[in-house]
């Protein structure tokens, strides 16, 4: 993750930047995630599932200084289209692989974590239609989403013993939160599945002896 941060900072990507995700759930998911942040850039994700038009909207209006997109994805050659027509700076990943970001670490010394970090800083900018129609940016700080995990585990008595499952898309809140940050907290590993067939979701939480 501090490689990839270290990567991100060759980039150009700094304090205030946004960084767009849009890829399945996966390792390297949440570890671009942390290294953005670790610059302190927003992370601004994006669902597989969205549309080209959507994508658009997104891109458009939260003018990423980065936007990585998984290449597996649907709509991948025509947001790569609309990105070089935009000239805009991206890169195509695929995920899950057995050694992530690999191609992009190799040659960058991990950058120390990034002791100076506020809370009250925004860590995500979340795009949501709620009930008003075209989606709007909504900006999450780190205080708010440690509010939410931490909270969580005063009622959940979660620990490292703990395995979880990851089903819902990162880039919806409750997974960020629920699945990500707050098992990360107690260090309890996640499975993320590459499929959402019933018979691969039974397999996973069989296999990774999901709790």
Same mark, same amino acid.
């Given at each position: 993750?501090?490689?990839?941060?270290?990567?991100? #900072?060759?980039?150009? +990507?700094?304090?205030?930047?946004?960084?767009?995700?849009?890829?399945?759930? /996966?390792?390297?998911?949440?570890?671009?995630?942390?290294? /953005?942040?670790?610059?302190?850039?927003?992370?601004?994700?994006?669902?597989?599932?969205?549309?080209?038009?959507?994508?658009?909207?997104?891109?458009?209006?939260?003018?990423?200084?980065?936007?990585? +997109?998984?290449?597996?994805?649907? &709509? /991948?050659?025509?947001?790569?289209? $609309?990105?070089?027509?935009?000239?805009?700076?991206?890169?195509?990943?695929?995920?899950?692989?057995?050694?992530?970001? &690999?191609?992009?670490?190799?040659?960058?010394?991990?950058?120390?974590?990034?002791?100076?970090?506020?809370? @009250?800083? @925004?860590?995500?900018?979340? $795009?949501?239609?709620?009930? &008003?129609?075209?989606?709007?940016?909504?900006?999450?700080?780190?205080?708010?989403?440690?509010?939410?995990?931490?909270?969580?585990? #005063?009622?959940?008595?979660?620990?490292?013993?703990?395995?979880?499952?990851?089903?819902?898309?990162?880039?919806?809140?409750?997974?960020?939160?629920?699945?990500?940050?707050?098992?990360?907290? +107690?260090?309890?590993?996640?499975? $993320?599945?590459?499929?959402? #067939?019933?018979?691969?979701?039974?397999? /996973?939480? #069989?296999?990774?002896?999901?709790?």
């Amino acid at each position: 993750t501090l490689r990839f941060s270290a990567f991100l #900072k060759s980039r150009g +990507v700094g304090k205030g930047d946004r960084v767009l995700l849009l890829s399945e759930n /996966a390792p390297e998911w949440t570890m671009a995630s942390l290294a /953005a942040m670790n610059l302190g850039a927003v992370v601004v994700p994006v669902a597989a599932i969205a549309s080209a038009l959507e994508i658009g909207n997104t891109i458009k209006s939260a003018a990423p200084k980065l936007s990585i +997109v998984s290449r597996r994805l649907p &709509t /991948a050659r025509a947001t790569e289209e $609309y990105l070089r027509a935009e000239k805009l700076a991206y890169l195509l990943w695929d995920v899950q692989q057995p050694e992530p970001l &690999t191609e992009y670490i190799e040659g960058h010394a991990a950058l120390p974590i990034n002791e100076k970090a506020r809370g @009250d800083e @925004d860590a995500l900018l979340i $795009y949501t239609s709620g009930t &008003t129609g075209a989606p709007k940016g909504v900006p999450i700080t780190h205080e708010a989403v440690l509010f939410v995990a931490e909270g969580a585990l #005063k009622v959940i008595n979660g620990s490292a013993n703990d395995r979880l499952v990851g089903v819902l898309p990162l880039s919806h809140m409750l997974e960020f939160t629920a699945g990500f940050v707050t098992p990360a907290l +107690v260090a309890a590993p996640v499975t $993320y599945v590459k499929s959402l #067939k019933a018979e691969d979701l039974l397999a /996973a939480l #069989k296999e990774s002896r999901a709790t």
